[in-house]
């Protein structure tokens, strides 16, 4: 990660220098812990230390590291932990503009929140040495976004209406298929090829023109086969990607081909197609008034944070490859 100074005539506060030269002169043993918990970041006159980007990064590097192996893993972790850092640069910006804003929020609203996390079952995490104060900055994030983002978002009619035209596929329930078939189940990984021998005898006795019922009740192992093989209504996405494809085209009356599959072979026939029905824009107003609102939040609140961090001074020292063995070096600042 690159060292980033925003704004060159802004300068560090004073209170913020006499801190580094405290630090920078204090006893041995102090400075080598320092070196074990080193500043990576620092937020106009706030620090972060890496023991804050580890704690914010333990749980992802938990599962990247069950789930990925190899060459890739060491840079998978190390764009998880500058991730985690940034988050944490964001937080801190946003909890200064908090205080700015004289945003508070009481002990009371804090105690509430706790005991509400507990009759919920909500977990607290155990290494947090803090739990309340934890509470308290998240009721004052959510606080400052209110005020700043969501408290200033309008949504008028005529939005809602292009939304509409532009996505009208989105509010349509999808085309539903009335289906039957012939399924024939190989008793063993070696019945395949007497499988595909019964399901071809199947087509040939549908191809002579015998009614698919009675097929059905002769050839296929499928629970429904007394019914004539009928599956009833099911709609489009729910079945599994080949028999999908197998029925796509078919016509009320149409017999698809022999399809193969892990569960076995089939013959679907098409029994009846309802096409796409669009939702009029009145059943769906609300739906796309909350779709409509939470894209402009989200529009609203990066651009937010772009603000924040162009006024903000932000300095990044930070070149740690996501390694928990040794620490790397600082790379010094210019």
């Excluded at 040495?129 to 998240?138: I, Y």
């Excluded at 015998?210 to 002769?218: C, G, L, N, T």
Aim: hydrophobic share 40%; proline share 4%; no cysteine.
């Amino acid at each position: 990660m690159r060292h980033v100074a925003v704004g060159p005539d802004r300068l560090i506060p004073l209170a913020l220098l006499l801190a580094l030269l405290v630090i920078s002169i204090w006893t041995p043993a102090f400075s080598e812990a320092r070196l074990q918990d080193r500043i990576v970041a620092i937020v106009n006159s706030e620090l972060i230390m890496l023991s804050d980007v580890k704690r914010e990064f333990e749980t992802e590097q938990e599962r990247l590291s069950r789930e990925h192996h190899g060459n890739d893993l060491p840079q998978r972790l190390k764009t998880a932990e500058y991730m985690a850092l940034t988050k944490l640069i964001e937080r801190r910006l946003q909890l200064q503009e908090a205080k700015a804003k004289k945003i508070e929020v009481s002990d009371l609203e804090v105690k509430q929140a706790l005991e509400q996390m507990k009759r919920q079952g909500s977990p607290l995490d155990i290494t947090d040495a803090n739990p309340a104060q934890t509470v308290r900055d998240q009721l004052l994030l959510m606080r400052v976004v209110d005020m700043q983002i969501r408290g200033n978002i309008t949504v008028g009619d005529s939005e809602l209406k292009r939304f509409y035209q532009e996505h009208r596929d989105r509010f349509a329930h999808p085309e539903e298929y009335q289906l039957s078939q012939i399924i024939i189940q190989p008793r063993s990984s070696d019945g395949l090829a007497e499988g595909l021998a019964k399901a071809r005898q199947a087509m040939d006795d549908l191809k002579r023109g015998e009614k698919f019922e009675d097929v059905a009740m002769q050839y296929s192992d499928g629970a429904n086969a007394l019914q004539g093989g009928r599956l009833g209504w099911v709609r489009q996405g729910e079945l599994i990607p080949a028999i999908e494809q197998a029925v796509a085209h078919l016509v009320p009356g149409g017999i698809s081909n022999i399809i193969e599959g892990p569960e076995g072979i089939r013959i679907i026939r098409m029994d009846d197609r309802k096409p796409k029905q669009f939702r009029r824009f009145e059943d769906v107003r609300r739906e796309i008034q909350e779709l409509v609102y939470h894209q402009k939040s989200e529009e609203m609140y990066q651009s937010w944070l772009v603000d924040l961090k162009n006024k903000a001074y932000i300095e990044i020292k930070f070149d740690q490859v996501a390694d928990t063995a040794q620490p790397q070096p600082v790379r010094s600042s210019p």
